[in-house]
C-alpha cells in the first residue's frame, strides 16, 4: 500500500481533485506540473515547462497537455478534462478509479470493459516528458488517440490565437517535430511503436484557468492543437509518448522509462518524501548548482537560497559537498550584488548563519576560514566601515536600516511603489544576525592572523551586547520590540524576535528568551508554522486571498510561514532542552497530513492565519520544506542528548 493515500471516491469530485496537484522536475531548471486529474488550473501548468536559452532562461510552456481517447467499436471516450469558463469539457476525470505517486504519477481510467493506466516521468537533467500507457484490460480491438495542447509562451503570460503561428511540421522517427514560433526549441513528439498522426490544425479557444480566475489574473487562454496520433493497442501492452526537446530514439523509451523509474526514490514516509521535494530544489546548470526558491514561479532568490541550503543538504545525509557546489555558484554568481546598493542589509548576515551550519555537520574552522573567510571579514568590515547603503552602525553598534520609499527586510510587500511595512530603523532580526555574525567571525579567524580584525569584532560585539536589550526590550511586556525606528519601539508582536533566541549567538539571557518564546507561542504558532502578526493587531489578515491587492494586504500581516518553525524549535530547544522532544515532534508531525493537499509530497509558502490554515502562495516552497527538514534533524539531535 502506497505511503500517500487519495480517497478514491473523491477522485471524480472535482473539489477533491482540482486542490491537489503533482510535480516532477528535471533538476535543470524544467518542470511537470498538473493537478491529480491533469485539469490544468494555473497557467504555470504544463507537462513540458523548459528554459529557452534564447529567450535569457525564462521559463516556456511547450506542451500544456495531451488528452487520450479510447476507442472501441467505433465509440469514442475522451479521458482528458478542460475548463471553459465554468464548464468541464471533456469530462474524463469521471474514468478515474485511481491514483497512486511513488516513483512516478499513476492514473488509472475504467471505460466499459477497458482499464487503461497511464504513468508520467519527467526523467533526470532531460527536457523530456514520458507517459507510459498500459493497456491492463480490454475484451475487444482498442485503440488511443492521443491529442496534445500546445502553448509555445512564456510560463508568466497567456497564449492567445494568432496568424504567427507556424503549423508546419516534420515527420521523424515514430513521431512529428514542431516549432510554433521563432527562437524556440523543437517539439519532438514521438511513440514507442509506429502509429499515424493525423493533422488537424486547430485553435481551443476560452481554456479557463480556475486558480488565476481565483487570484483575479486573467485566467483564458487558446492552446494550438496541431492533430493527433491514433495507435492500436493490446491487452498487457505498454505504448510510450515521448515530448522531447531533442529527436529520441524510439526503441529506446520503454528501456529509458524504466531505467529512469528505477532510479527514483519511493516516496514512503513522511522523511523520505521532504527529502525528494528537497532535491527538486536543486538546479544543476552546466558548472552551476543553484536553489529553486519555489515552484512553479520563484525563481532563484538570495536570501531563500542562503536560509534554506542547510535544511535541504545537510540535514539527513550530511551532504557537504553539494553544499558547497551550491554555495559556490551563489557567491560566483552574487558576491558583488551582496556589497551593492539593492542589497537588503540582513541578507550578507545570513551568509554567516549558514556557515554556521556547515560548520556543525564539518568540524574544520582552518578550512572553512580558507574558503570564506575574506567575504567574510569583507562584509564586516563593511558595516562597521560605514560603507553599506541603507544601512548604518551607530555609537551603540547597533545597526539602523533605512531607505526611503522602499523596503529593507524580508518583509518587502510593496503597494502603490511604497512598502506596506517599512520598518526603518533599528530591526530586530538585522540586529540579531548582526551580533551573530560578530561572534561567529570571532570563532573561526585565525586568533593571531587576525587578531586585528578580531579585536575590532570584539568591540562591536561589546557595544551590541550593552545595547540590544535597551533598545528592544518593551517595558512590562514578555516580548521584544519588531523594530525601532524614529517614533520609538514598535511594540507588534512578529516572530522576527524568535532569531536572536535561536541562534547560536544571542545577547539576550535565557530567562528572557523564555518570556519572548512564550509570548510567541501564545500569540504566533499555529499548527502551520508562525504567523507574520498577532490576531490581536488591528491590521490582523487571518485569510490569504481575493486579488493581489488584498493578497499583498495579508501577506506579512498574518499568514503563517513554515521556514520560522526551525527557529521556533531550535529556540525551544535551547530554553527546555530534551524535554520539549515530544512537542518538537508533533508540531513537526501535524504537517504530515498537508502532503497530500496543494503540491502532493512537498509543503506549501504560506498558510491563512485563521484555522483550517488553507495553504497559498508557491505550492512548493523551498524555505517551508529546509525547515522541517531542519527541524526533524534538531529532533534527532536532541533525541539522545542528556537531560
Known sequence: MSYLQFNKDELVNLEYSLKREVLSTNHAGGYMNTTIVCCNTRKYHGLLVVPVKGFGDDKFVLLSSLDETVIQHDKEFNLGIHRYGDIYEPKGHKYIKNFEIERVVSITYMVGGVLLRKDIMFPHKKEQILIRYTLLEAHSPTILRLRPFLAFRNYHTLSKVNNDVNRHYEVIDNGVSFRMYDGFPNLNMQLSVKGEFISSPDWYYNIEYKEER???????????????????????????????????????????????????????????????????????????????????????????????????????????????????????????????????????????????????????KTALWREYGELLKAIIESYIDYSRDAVFMHETGLLWAEREGRPTSWMDTVINGLPLIERAGYQIELNSLWYNALCFAMEVAPKVKESEFIKKCKDVKTRVGQNFMKAFWIEGRDYLADYVGPEGQNKYVRPNQLFTCAFDYSPLDDGVKDMVINSVKKELLTTRGIRTLSPKNSRYRGEYDGDEYSRSMAYFQGTTRVWLLQFYVEACFKILGKSFHKRANEIVCAFEEDLNVHCIGSISEVYDGDPPHQPHGCTSYSASVAALLRSISLIEQYKNIEQ
Open 214 to 364: 481565483r487570484r483575479a489574473y486573467d485566467s483564458s487562454e487558446d492552446l494550438f492543437v496541431p492533430g493527433f496520433f491514433e495507435v492500436p493497442i493490446k491487452k498487457g501492452q505498454q505504448i510510450i509518448f515521448s515530448a522531447s526537446t531533442n529527436v529520441e530514439n524510439p526503441s529506446g523509451l520503454s528501456a529509458e522509462f524504466t531505467r529512469n523509474e528505477n532510479k527514483r526514490g519511493l516516496r514512503d514516509s513522511f522523511e523520505q518524501c521532504l527529502q525528494l521535494a528537497a532535491k527538486q530544489f536543486i538546479i544543476h546548470d552546466d558548472e552551476d548548482t543553484f536553489i529553486y526558491t519555489g515552484y512553479p514561479w520563484l525563481g532563484k532568490r538570495n536570501r531563500n537560497t542562503l536560509i534554506s541550503l542547510p535544511g535541504l543538504t545537510l540535514s539527513f545525509n550530511k551532504n557537504t559537498d553539494l553544499f558547497n557546489s551550491v554555495l559556490k555558484t551563489f557567491i560566483k554568481q552574487e558576491q558583488r550584488t551582496l556589497f551593492s546598493p539593492g542589497c537588503d542589509p540582513d541578507i550578507p548576515l545570513w551568509l554567516f548563519w549558514t556557515l554556521q551550519q556547515y560548520l556543525k555537520a564539518k568540524d574544520n
